[in-house]
């Protein structure tokens, strides 16, 4: 899906070239295994494309989508939404693709030529989507960002970037392998954490979503710690009819509910607000009847930081 990297590459663009190698490899993995009947490592080559999509989107929203804020209005490549947006996009599109192949699975009889086809199929939108955007980002965004920022500056970052993205990768062979990613990102600019936090909890109840918890960790700070920080609110979300589906499977999983979102205060001035992926929460459980219920709530999240 991604075009070759030019030899002048900065040092975001070349990490994060190779980082979008790697996501065509996984997704390549995905569909061979298809095409040769073996479904159990096509779900897990896919499961595996997921979560470092998840990731990588993470990261860029937290690291480097904020920065767009500090580019000339003329030299910003594109509104922050655009890429966050085709990430959540991607994310949805992937999870549709998963629940597609449970669903054949779940008969035991194998996949018929023609159900091959329609997985390939759907496969195919999420290429399309994915070179598109990775042309967006490896010949527009990072490059803006490798230009603007002075060495030493723009070393930290990439070193930041690696960290939050893994410790396991390889530039060599332009593979990189990443650990799991744990939230969902979106960043806002010209506003404040109490209006984006109302604008949370209605997008929440949208999506039968209710508020159990909410911890206001500035005020916490200031009354038990005496330490002054900027805005941050910490809702914890409960779908009664998903919880009680995964309560039922596995009761213990009570200790990792509810869901927390996170809306708090950038250093730049921007909010970011963060959803927890419960695939990635549910995934220490390591029981297969638990992924429908993730993959649920996923979507539902998603479509959470969308509507905000």
């Known amino acids: 899906m991604a075009e070759a990297a030019p030899t002048d590459e900065g040092p975001l663009t070349r990490l994060f070239r190779a980082l979008h190698r790697d996501l065509d490899a996984r997704f390549a993995r995905h569909q061979t295994a298809l095409v040769e009947g073996r479904i159990d490592d096509a779900r897990r080559a896919l499961d595996a494309w997921r979560q470092t999509l998840a990731r990588h989107a993470a990261v860029e929203q937290e690291l480097l989508l904020p920065r767009l804020v500090s580019l000339p209005p003329g030299e910003r490549p594109a509104a922050a939404e655009i890429y966050s947006g085709e990430h959540q996009r991607l994310e949805r599109l992937g999870a549709a693709l998963a629940a597609h192949l449970d669903a ?62 893994g410790n396991g990768t390889s530039m060599e062979d332009g593979t990189m392998t990443l650990e799991r990613s744990y939230a969902y990102t979106k960043t806002l600019g010209s506003t404040d954490v109490a209006t984006v936090a109302e604008r949370v909890r209605a997008a929440l109840a949208e999506e039968g979503f209710g508020v159990m918890t909410e911890i206001d960790v500035q005020k916490a700070m200031r ?56 695939r990635t929460m549910f995934s220490v459980i390591g029981r297969d009847e638990l992924r429908p219920i993730a993959d649920e709530v996923a979507t539902r999240l998603q479509r959470v930081l969308e509507k905000i």
């Open 104 to 165: 054949l699975a779940a008969r035991g009889t194998g996949l018929a030529p023609h159900e091959v086809i329609a997985l390939i199929d759907e496969g195919g939108t999420i290429k399309r989507l994915a070179a598109h955007h990775q042309t967006r980002e490896d010949t527009v965004l990072f490059p803006a960002l490798d230009r603007r920022f002075a060495d030493s500056d723009l070393d930290r970052l990439v070193a930041r970037c690696r960290r939050r993205l």
């Open 223 to 278: 009354e038990k710690l005496g330490v002054e920080r900027k805005p941050y609110v910490i809702l914890g979300a409960c779908n009664p009819q998903l919880a009680h589906q995964a309560l039922a499977h596995e009761p213990p999983i009570g200790v990792l509910l509810p869901c927390n979102v996170t809306v708090f205060e950038h250093d730049d001035g921007s909010v970011v607000v963060q959803a927890i992926d419960p």
